[in-house]
Structures are given as structure tokens and as C-alpha cells.
């Protein structure tokens, strides 16, 4: 199932999403002046930036364990590098179609807060399933899905424009929120699991399904605990 958009109103501009989308894109097309450069010199640049969960594991490794501060850092900067068009339109467009509304509930400044520590639960979790792996993670669906989690809970009824394929033709559902972002957790676990049995400590690349249950979950989760904003309603779909 593929979102298209939603129904769901919202009552002031969403800025910070708009610069999110605006920065991630930015550095999309930094990435592809670098590859047509030298392609080897945006892999380089994406193994610099990228998130890979062997540094954390030999950083923490021995009796003198410590977390190099680069190491740290590429799980923020991973989360605004992408791996090709899909990959990038993907992710933005579910931002585009959530994010805003997001923000619409908790204000700017602690949308962009709530975004960058999903991203970084994301990531987390990712390192923590996958010690020892040198492939680097790249990609801000980790971050957009706390936005998906948090959409979850906040607006369950909310309607969602969904392009389903069904077996040689697609057609176009307005489906309750809760059965689209539902469905798609589900998905993300099963494939986690599944993608994780079937590798059996090989280093695989692929997608970070465990990322995006570690970003949903911890969407969830936090905008439980984040304030929201003063005079701010969910009007419609409670």
C-alpha cells in the first residue's frame, strides 16, 4: 500500500518540516555532483557519513571501551543521506504527507527535537541488531518513522488516501490511518525478522527494517512525553 495523502487538517505552517525535506534533498544533489565526479569518491563520502554499526561495536570493544565523537555523529548525518531516487522520493513523500501535522501538534522547535531523537532511536536500534556489520545505513526513514508512530497514535481515524495493488491492476482506498501505518509496522517487523534469520551474522545490506521499528516505536512512545502545543487540538479523529 502505497499513502498518497491525508485528510487531516492542520492550523499553521509547517516550516520545519519544509526545511527537513529541503535539506535531505540538498544533500541528495550534493551526493549526485560527488558521483559524477568520481563514484568512488561518494562511496567514500557515504562510508564517512554513513552509519556503520562496526565502529560502534570496536569503539566499545575491550577494557579501555570508549565512543569516538565521529562515530556518534554519523547517526545524525546518515539520516539526511540517500541511496538513489526511490530511495529519496520515498522517504519525502511520507514526510511530506505526515510530518506536518506533526508539527502542527508539538510546534517547531520540538518537532525538529522529536524528528532527530527518533532518527537517533532508529539508528540505535539498528546498531544494536546488527554489531559487528560494516555495511553503512543511510536515510531518514528511521526519523520518519517516529513521524509514523506518533501519526499512529495522535490520528488513528484520520483518512488516508492509499494506492493498492491488487494482482494485475491497482486501485485508490481512503483507508482509516491505523490500518495503513498498522500494516506497514507489521511489515517492518516481520521483514526484520525474517531478513535477520535468514542472514545469520552475515554482513548483508539491504533495508534497515529494524530501524524503522526502533524510529516507530520510539515515535510512539515519545510523543507521549514531549508537551504538546499550548491551545493545539485533535480536532476531528478523537
Known amino acids: 500500500m502505497i499513502p498518497l495523502r491525508d485528510d487531516q487538517p492542520r492550523y499553521s505552517t509547517p516550516y520545519v518540516n519544509y526545511f527537513l525535506i529541503a535539506l535531505n534533498v540538498a544533500v541528495f544533489f550534493y551526493e549526485l555532483s560527488v558521483k559524477a565526479q568520481s563514484p568512488r569518491a561518494l562511496n567514500g563520502l557515504i562510508y564517512e557519513f554513513g552509519m556503520v554499526p562496526g565502529h560502534f561495536s570496536t569503539s566499545l570493544a575491550g577494557p579501555h571501551a570508549y565512543l569516538q565523537p565521529g562515530a556518534f555523529l554519523t547517526i545524525l548525518t546518515s539520516m539526511f543521506l540517500h541511496g538513489g531516487w526511490l530511495h529519496i522520493i520515498g522517504n519525502m513523500w511520507v514526510l511530506w504527507i505526515f510530518g506536518d501535522n506533526i508539527e502542527d501538534q508539538l510546534g517547531h522547535l520540538t518537532y525538529l527535537i522529536f524528528y532527530l531523537l527518533c532518527g537517533i532511536a532508529a539508528g540505535v536500534t539498528h546498531i544494536l541488531l546488527n554489531a559487528g556489520s560494516t555495511m553503512p545505513t543511510v536515510g531518514a526513514s528511521g526519523a520518519i518513522a517516529g513521524i509514523?508512530?506518533?501519526?499512529?497514535?495522535?490520528?488513528?481515524?484520520?483518512?488516508?488516501?492509499?494506492?493498492?495493488?491488487?494482482?494485475?491492476?491497482?486501485?485508490?482506498?481512503?483507508?482509516?490511518?491505523?490500518?495503513?501505518?498498522?500494516?506497514?509496522?507489521?511489515?517492518?517487523?516481520?521483514?526484520?525478522?525474517?531478513?535477520?534469520?535468514?542472514?545469520?551474522?552475515?554482513?548483508?545490506?539491504?533495508?534497515?527494517?529494524?530501524?524503522?521499528?526502533?524510529?516507530?516505536?520510539?515515535?510512539?512512545?515519545?510523543?507521549?512525553?514531549?508537551?504538546?502545543?499550548?491551545?493545539?487540538?485533535?480536532?476531528?479523529?478523537?
Request: aromatic share 24%.
Open 148 to 238: 509514523m508512530g506518533a501519526y499512529f497514535l495522535l490520528y488513528p481515524r484520520a483518512k488516508v488516501l492509499t494506492l493498492v495493488p491488487l494482482i494485475i491492476f491497482f486501485t485508490f482506498w481512503w483507508l482509516p490511518a491505523w490500518i495503513v501505518l498498522g500494516y506497514w509496522f507489521l511489515i517492518q517487523f516481520f521483514s526484520g525478522t525474517l531478513t535477520r534469520a535468514a542472514a545469520m551474522g552475515h554482513d548483508t545490506g539491504g533495508i534497515a527494517f529494524w530501524a524503522h521499528v526502533g524510529g516507530f516505536i520510539a515515535g510512539i512512545i515519545l510523543i507521549k512525553i514531549f508537551p504538546q502545543r499550548a491551545g493545539r487540538y485533535r480536532y476531528g479523529y478523537q
